[in-house]
């Protein structure tokens, strides 16, 4: 029994695990499918409401926000999370830096309420002295921007820390200039924290809601506010029809990369093999 149960019972507890977490999307895949709006039994096989989901503007308006705030706030937080990493790890001598290492974290522990409310007033502020700018696509890039750049310089801070030093110092002894260190050197060595990075931020942007909501204005709503607004009507598989693309989409991203990666590693590890015969 004993046996038995050291055996069986992790694995037990695993698909239990996974059951919990991906039941729910199954569920909502089925239901995208069927006929009717009846969300409790599945009464037939049906396409309409993918086909109401690219008649619906709103829905498809969304989408294309979504993707223009989520594009620029993943290039942006990258970028600047990149900078503020920089400054913690290779610039540590200078006043206020555990004053500017709070304010770079902070929003990784403030509430996006709080941080929804604050900008928005900052906003209103702004716009009343200067009268700019109107509550739109800028001010949701700015405030995804500020979250996603918190999460940013994390992935790049704990990279930059786990660099060798060394291969700079070696570049820069071989006549390199500082310039040249960091786009042949430095730049490939933290590039897969960037795309993690970059990734990161450009998930939270596209999921947000909370910051969106306080900082949209008429007519600029993204996905995840459309589908908010529909949910609070009741029933409509054209969301889950929606919720199904992306998901379809991100699961086919993930195999074709996961796919790419592994041929890559073959291809290298073969290559590796014959170098060593030939010798």
Same mark, same amino acid.
């Given at each position: 029994?004993?046996?038995? !149960? ?8 695993? +698909? ?20 009717? $709006? ?24 969304? !989408? ?5 705030? *989520? ?23 200078? $006043?206020?830096? &555990? ?9 990784? +522990?403030?509430? %996006? ?19 700019? /700018? ?5 001010t949701i890039i700015a405030g995804h921007t500020l979250l996603g750049m918190a999460y940013a310089t994390v992935v790049i801070t704990s990279r930059l820390r786990e660099m060798d030093r060394s291969l700079e %110092? ?17 730049? /490939? ?22 910051? *969106?909501?306080?900082?949209?204005? /008429?007519?600029?709503?993204?996905? /995840?506010? +459309?589908?908010?607004?529909?949910? $609070? &009507? ?28 592994? &041929?890559?590693?073959?291809? $290298? ?7 060593? &015969?030939?010798?």
């Amino acid at each position: 029994m004993q046996r038995f !149960l050291q055996r069986y019972f992790g694995r037990f507890w695993l +698909v239990l695990g996974y059951a919990f977490l991906y039941t729910p999307l199954l569920f909502m895949v089925l239901f995208s499918f069927n006929s009717t $709006r009846q969300d409790g039994r599945f009464t037939g096989f049906s396409l309409r409401w993918y086909e109401a989901l690219f008649n619906d503007h709103k829905i498809m308006d969304g !989408l294309a926000t979504s993707l223009q705030v *989520a594009l620029v706030t993943g290039t942006l937080s990258a970028v600047l999370g990149a900078f503020a990493a920089f400054v913690l790890v290779r610039y540590t001598a200078f $006043r206020g830096r &555990r004053l500017f290492a709070g304010l770079v974290g902070a929003p990784l +522990v403030m509430p %996006e309420v709080i941080i929804g409310l604050s900008l928005l007033l900052l906003m209103v502020g702004v716009q009343g002295a200067l009268d700019w /700018p109107e509550r739109g696509l800028l001010t949701i890039i700015a405030g995804h921007t500020l979250l996603g750049m918190a999460y940013a310089t994390v992935v790049i801070t704990s990279r930059l820390r786990e660099m060798d030093r060394s291969l700079e %110092e070696a570049a820069m002894d071989l006549g390199c200039r500082p310039a040249q260190v960091f786009f042949l050197v430095t730049l /490939p060595s933290i590039a897969p924290a960037l795309a993690a990075a970059w990734l990161l931020s450009f998930t939270l942007s596209f999921d947000d809601v909370v910051i *969106a909501e306080f900082l949209s204005g /008429p007519g600029v709503n993204t996905l /995840p506010q +459309v589908v908010f607004t529909y949910a $609070r &009507r009741g029933i409509n598989p054209t969301i889950y029809a929606a919720a199904t693309m992306i998901i379809a989409v991100v699961s086919l991203s993930i195999i074709g990369w996961s796919l790419f990666t592994a &041929r890559r590693q073959l291809r $290298r590890e073969r290559e590796v093999n014959a170098a060593q &015969r030939g010798q």
